[in-house]
């Protein structure tokens, strides 16, 4: 992927940029998809989108950048194209059933699994284009995560994180290091154990 450099002004275009980003799946190195504001009141004025996400106060050897305008107007441009939504296994499996629509019309078997389309947190108006065969709306299966943990002497459940690209631990789930099995399967030791990531 070629790295893309956006420069922001205001904490609202950092949070914009960042919204669209880890809608798109993506995350800061340390695997966290938070706006971590206080970056921008440091003085971080570019955000760099290449295998994650980082930030920076300059423009580091001059990469090229795109000014925000710049960067809502290529992100109107993609959001007409083909959308793509993420789900789980379970759930892109019962949506190909209900596709299919066997021995009903497909209004039926959409009103017979009216609450499984609403449980599904992606929007009604997605899924039924989806449904209805439109080729602008498409559901894959998310890639599986997982994390590593483990008990501590005190008793309490713990992950691994990264701080500063050293492995450290913490008790917040959402801090925890996440990857696909293979990533996850370097960084497993015997005192840390694999468990999927939700």
Known sequence: MTETVVHVTTLEQWKSVLDVWFKQGYAWSTGDKEYDARLFKNGGRFLFLDDYITYSINNPDSKPFIEYSEFTAQNKEDNKMAKVYEVSQSVFDELQRIKAHEGTSLIGAITLNAQFIKSIGVGNKA????????????????????????????????????????????????????????????????????????
């Open 127 to 198: 899924i039924l284009r989806y449904l209805a065969n439109d080729p602008a709306i498409e559901f894959k299966v998310k890639e599986q995560l997982y994390r590593l943990s483990r008990i501590d002497d005190a008793g309490d459940k713990v992950y691994m994180t990264f701080s500063f690209g050293t492995p450290e631990w913490t008790i917040l789930e959402k801090f925890a290091f996440t990857a696909p099995l293979e990533e996850i399967k370097k960084w497993q030791t015997p005192a840390w154990d694999i468990e999927k990531a939700d």
